[in-house]
């Protein structure tokens, strides 16, 4: 099992380690330990992105748009709860959604499942109910292994070609196209 790639994130990488160590004595203990560590590493670089980051154009007008279409809205991110509630009180985002979870409140992060399952049980929303929208394949990838439709959305690293093979159902190119494809979808 290759266990470190420049594919996936560090948290994705310590999905695979723990899939590895599955089984072995203190295996728990030893991923439990690794992700505190990660995580305390990481907080520091997050929270000062957080201060810095700009959001995607089109991100409040879509978010406000789909929320008019009264759906309900979930965030799911493998940063920490601390940058994750700056960067929503700093953009004025919270409003938007009924549930967001952390990478911290997570099993596993994506594009382990586990993430996403968390968010559509907090919604009380099933896969085939929901939609995800990201701009990297690990939103895609966990998407498609939670057996819920997905959005690519070319303002992340990833290109079409890339998003399309993670399995997405659609891609475009703005967060402006967003809405009116959520409402072509039937919600």
């Known amino acids: 099992m290759e266990i470190i790639s420049s594919e996936i994130s560090i948290f994705g990488m310590l999905n695979r380690i723990s899939a590895y160590l599955d089984g072995r004595e203190n295996a728990e203990a030893i991923t439990e330990n690794l992700r505190s560590r990660l995580s305390r590493i990481a907080n520091k670089y997050e929270v000062s992105a957080a201060q810095t980051t700009k959001m995607i154009p089109g991100a409040s007008q ?36 009924d549930a967001c979870v952390p990478r911290d409140d997570a099993p596993k992060v994506k594009p382990d499942p586990s993430h996403l399952n968390l968010v559509l049980k907090i919604l ?10 990201g701009d990297t394949t ?37 967060l402006n196209e967003l809405p009116p494809l959520v409402l072509k979808m039937g919600g």
């Open 124 to 133: 009380g929303t099933s896969p085939n109910q929901a939609l995800v929208v």
């Open 62 to 97: 879509a978010l406000k748009e789909i929320r008019v279409q009264g759906l309900k809205l979930g965030l799911f991110t493998t940063s920490g709860k601390e940058a994750m509630d700056r960067a929503l009180r700093r953009f004025d985002l919270e409003k938007y959604f």
């Open 138 to 174: 690990l939103d895609i990838t966990c998407a498609k292994a939670a057996g819920v439709r997905s959005i690519g959305v070319l303002t992340g690293v990833h290109k079409q070609n890339q998003l399309e093979a993670a399995g997405a159902n659609y891609v475009i190119n703005t």
